[in-house]
């Protein structure tokens, strides 16, 4: 199993992602620099533990960029062509949204992420070093991702406590808009909702009991990343939110109609699919490793990692070797061996052929 050792970091924006980013890698071992848009939260970060220096570092290996959406790829293509640095590092992001940055990018050291990590607390004050344990982290490599790039982002992020899965950059855009960005307006639309009532029943958020603060939790955070994300994702959220409208309306149906079968069937429905969600987090207790021939050329990485991603299957740990005899090499993946058929027939099916062993 490969783990990225501790090396030299930049972290832009030191808000509550780019702020737990800097703190996690210091906590590791790693030497982080890093900076603000506004120069006293650079000096925050510093104070608080999240940034050893303010400012770049030419030496860095690599560089999340944490800003908002809007900034991201131009801060990204700046640290990528500077010609100052003393070595050309891997960049990475942290942005809700994929494909419009990914397609702004378009540089092979460039690997579009996204961590499905927050808090309701605001900027700097709510970052902290464990934040991104257990959590999803999506990465989204193209048919131009550099492999040894995509593997060391994967291995870095992987090291403070994620769990990795890799999607297109339009499949993640796609799928964030069901389970995050739909998610965070209908718990502002209800939270404002109760808000208005209550100007007139003040009796009524006192009666909020957990279900409703389990619901509406998301909406005390920070505003003002969401109408970049909602900009930007603005399709695949419209079509979720029509969705949900429809359900909505069928769920307004069977409640005016007294329909107790129907209800007790969408809600029993929704209560086992609430019950099998994945946990998160939890490591198996056998694993397999797949050893899959490529050929070097673009597009190996993004469709192999994008097969695993669309199965569902979370792939532990990834590494290439590279052939002595030419544009060849063979691309390791350690997954779950309950799940390892799957994949490797899965691959077959694209033309690979992949081996399997059991790890002990």
């Known amino acids: 199993m490969t783990t990225a050792p501790a090396g030299r970091a930049v972290v832009v924006g030191t808000g509550l992602i780019g702020g737990s ?16 848009a506004d120069e006293d939260r650079s000096r925050a970060a510093v104070r ?45 992001d942290v942005s809700g949204v994929k494909a419009p940055i990914v397609a702004a990018v378009d540089d092979p050291r460039f690997v579009g992420g996204h961590p499905m990590a927050g808090s309701e607390q605001v900027g700097l004050d709510g970052a902290y ?28 992020v992987a090291s403070l406590g994620a769990d990795v ?13 069901v389970v995050s960005h739909v998610p965070h307006l209908v718990a502002a639309t209800l939270m404002n909702a109760a808000a208005h ?9 006192r009666l909020a009991a957990g279900g409703f603060r389990d619901m509406t939790r ?24 029509d969705r949900v409208i429809e359900d909505l309306r069928a769920m307004r149906k069977r409640v005016a109609e007294a329909d107790r079968a129907g209800l007790l069937d969408a809600l029993g429905r929704a209560s086992s699919a609430r019950r099998h969600l994945p946990a998160r987090g939890a490591r198996p207790e056998r694993l397999t490793e797949l050893r899959v021939p490529v050929s070097d050329r673009e597009g190996v990485l ?12 979370n792939i532990y740990d990834i590494e290439i070797a590279h052939s002595a005899e030419g544009a060849r090499g063979v691309l390791l993946l350690v997954v779950d061996t309950d799940e390892a058929s799957k994949l490797k027939d899965a691959v077959a099916a694209r033309g690979y052929r992949a081996t399997a062993q059991g790890l002990s």
Request: aromatic fraction near 6%.
């Open 129 to 156: 070093a464990e934040l991104f344990t257990g959590a999803v982290w999506v990465l989204t490599p193209t048919p131009r991702t550099d492999l040894p790039a995509f593997a060391y982002v994967r291995d870095v």
């Open 302 to 313: 993004a469709e192999i990692t994008s097969v695993a991603g669309d199965l569902g299957i």
């Open 218 to 241: 998301v909406a005390a955070g920070h505003p003002g990343i969401w109408p970049d994300v909602s900009a930007d994702n603005a399709s695949a959220i419209v079509g979720s939110l």
């Open 197 to 205: 009532d209550a100007e007139h029943d003040a009796v009524l958020l």
């Open 165 to 177: 899965v890799a999607l297109s950059p339009e499949d993640h855009d796609r799928l964030v808009a």
């Open 21 to 36: 980013l800097g703190m996690a890698l210091r906590s590791r071992g790693w030497h982080v620099a890093g900076w603000d």
């Open 48 to 92: 608080a533990g999240a940034l050893d220096t303010a400012g770049d570092d030419p030496e860095a290996d690599i560089a999340f960029v944490a800003t908002p959406s809007s900034s991201v790829a131009a801060a990204a293509r700046a640290l990528l062509a500077d010609p100052a640095r003393s070595r050309r590092p891997v960049v990475t």
